[in-house]
């Protein structure tokens, strides 16, 4: 088994049936699996636990925005269900992420990494002034990022646009989780801030997530071996 696979396929389906039939055409070996809002809604802690039988590691993509005691309780409830991730929203203010970090101590070694989102990869400086910040799209991830930094969390949720610029200031080993990954040929889609697998490592992504390239695919098997080869040879 690859010590650490790169690339984590986001299961954005409205329900298990076509989730697993996905899952059971990926190779554990090659990529870990997201589990967003709409499919964890619909299907819960069943769904993660059948994931989990089939070998594959989970990142619990809830992305929990709440008062530090409810939020901090979520996290918990992940770390329950043995998830391998999980995230906050790092706007979600310091005493939310600080409670969140404490309140996984408690299960030391197994506990999940733990990431806050920064700014969405949807969203551009016309979308962050919509909402009363006036800084740059760039700037709004650096401050959140070292926020997230002084909390004491794992990394960053941050589009690969950001990488290079958070690892010079964060260090090596705060990771980074980037979605709005798009292979040259693939549809952009609702997202703004977008990059290539390769491009993404090279900036230095620690984790590329990737969904409706992967998961629309004709051929979603061929479409993750794709890119795992580009990305082992680069
Ligand atoms: O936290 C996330 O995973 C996330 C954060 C973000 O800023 N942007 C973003 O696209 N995502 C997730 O990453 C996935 C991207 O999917 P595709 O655009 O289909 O590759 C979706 O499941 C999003 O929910």
């Known amino acids: 088994m690859q010590k650490d696979p790169k690339i984590i ?9 076509p989730a697993l039939a996905l899952v059971d ?12 809002k709409e499919l964890f809604t619909r299907s819960g802690p069943a769904l993660v636990k059948a994931l989990q039988s089939r070998g ?15 939020t901090s309780a979520a996290v918990a409830a992940a770390a329950d269900l043995g998830v391998w991730m999980v995230n906050v929203h790092a706007s979600g203010g310091a005493r939310m992420m600080e409670a969140c970090r404490e309140r996984l ?20 400086a016309d979308d962050l002034r919509g909402i009363g910040v006036t800084v740059s799209p760039a700037e709004q991830v650096s401050r959140l990022a070292a926020l997230t930094a002084e909390c ?7 589009s690969a646009q950001e990488a290079p610029v958070l690892k010079q200031e964060r260090g090596d080993r705060f990771t980074l989780v980037t979605p709005g990954i798009r292979p040259l040929t693939a549809a952009k889609g609702d997202q703004q801030r977008v990059m290539t697998p390769v491009d993404a490592l ?16 004709d051929d979603p098997l061929a479409a993750l071996e794709a890119i795992h080869r580009e990305i082992v040879s680069r």
């Open 9 to 17: 396929v986001a299961l954005d389906f409205p329900s298990e049936e």
């Open 25 to 36: 055409s990926l190779n554990p070996e090659l990529c870990r699996l997201k589990v967003g």
């Open 56 to 70: 594959f590691e989970v990142f619990l993509d809830l992305k929990f925005h709440d008062i530090p005691n409810t």
């Open 105 to 124: 101590e408690s299960f030391g070694a197994d506990r999940p990494l733990l990431i806050a989102v920064t700014v969405l990869t949807s969203m551009g």
């Open 152 to 158: 004491g969390l794992d990394g960053v949720v941050c």
């Open 202 to 217: 090279a900036a230095g992504s620690d984790y590329l997530v990737i969904g409706r390239p992967i998961t629309q695919a």
